[in-house]
């Protein structure tokens, strides 16, 4: 019985001794240090937000779930963001209807014009000869 203690104990500070010496040569594997409390890593462009900036933005996590002032703050941005889009598509259609609506009086005002310019020509023609 003592004997199974002993390896216990042994093999408890092998590997404390691994895990430590692992530790200093390789450090916490972190990238870069810990943000300090109060502040975010949760980004979007100014303006043009695509679908991967979204899938790309990550939330500071709290004891349950994220950061409600972080997601409330995406929220808001793409809800600006759609908002602007569907603004920009909505001048888009009204021009573009616009633009059909006038091609008629174009077509026609372009029809009218050389039937003005060939009266002028027998007008003129009559008068000289």
Same mark, same amino acid.
């Given at each position: 019985?003592?004997?199974?203690?002993?390896?216990?104990?042994?093999?408890?500070?092998?590997?404390?001794?691994?895990?430590?010496?692992?530790?200093?040569?390789?450090?916490?594997?972190?990238?870069?240090?810990?943000?300090?409390?109060?502040?975010?890593?949760?980004?979007?462009?100014?303006?043009?937000?695509?679908? %991967?900036?979204?899938?790309?933005?990550?939330?500071?996590?709290?004891?349950?779930?994220?950061?409600?002032?972080?997601?409330?703050? %995406?929220?808001?941005?793409?809800?600006?963001?759609?908002?602007?889009?569907?603004?920009?598509?909505?001048?888009?259609?009204?021009?573009?209807?616009?633009?059909?609506?006038?091609?008629?009086?174009?077509?026609? %005002?372009?029809?009218?014009?050389?039937?003005?310019?060939?009266?002028?020509?027998?007008?003129?023609?009559?008068?000289?000869?």
């Amino acid at each position: 019985m003592m004997t199974i203690l002993l390896y216990l104990i042994v093999m408890a500070l092998v590997g404390a001794m691994i895990f430590l010496a692992a530790s200093a040569v390789f450090g916490r594997s972190e990238e870069l240090p810990p943000l300090p409390p109060g502040t975010t890593a949760t980004v979007l462009p100014a303006e043009d937000v695509t679908g %991967a900036d979204v899938d790309a933005l990550r939330f500071q996590q709290v004891l349950r779930g994220y950061k409600a002032s972080e997601v409330d703050w %995406a929220l808001h941005r793409l809800g600006l963001e759609i908002d602007s889009l569907r603004a920009q598509l909505g001048r888009d259609e009204r021009s573009e209807v616009l633009v059909k609506a006038d091609a008629p009086a174009v077509a026609e %005002a372009s029809h009218e014009e050389p039937e003005t310019a060939s009266e002028s020509e027998s007008e003129s023609k009559d008068s000289q000869g």
